[in-house]
């Protein structure tokens, strides 16, 4: 059967609607067939499991925002400047996408993202991450702290977990003065 593109992104967004406000565990593929308004065996045409559907969204996630970081990256700006800008690009793609955060931090808190991590610190898997090679340039350059990429990670990027949670619960109104605060804020987390 030819697989028809449109039909798996529809797929793939009405699921992402669905595990985020139900969890991973809570939705079956027979609800994902009937609000994507297909049968239950179209979906396996696209996905052979749910498994592979949960994955192949955080994937395209994942992509999405390499790729905006990527353009907010330059060779030739300072490490600094790099690292401002490309966490305020994240903090607004988050806000821009606060479905995609739900599922983000849901995933990478499952089974499916200790996996992914396990791979990723193993060099099993090497994506092209704007903030890994700020952080090695920044450590060999003696500008960051001398830590492990992972300490460094937890200083200054998971805060933005805390921070896009409590903006997307209201708890937080961000605007751009308190954004550039926080940023720089990271910064000072993990320079030297």
Known sequence: MVKNPDKRTEIMQVALQLLTERGFDRVPMSMIAEKANVAVGTIYIYFASKDILIKEIFADMENNIFSTLRKVYSADESIRNNFLQITKALI???????????????????????????DKLSGKMHKDNVFMDIFKTGIGSKILKDLPVEILFSL??????????DH?????KLNNTLIDKFTEACWDGIKR
Do not use: C, K
């Open 92 to 118: 607004e793609y988050f806000i821009n996408h606060p479905l995609y955060f739900g599922y983000m931090e849901q995933f990478l808190n499952s089974p499916f993202g200790i996996s992914l991590r396990r």
């Open 168 to 172: 997307i619960l209201g708890f937080t």
């Open 156 to 165: 200054s990027i998971a805060p933005i977990v805390f921070l896009m949670r």
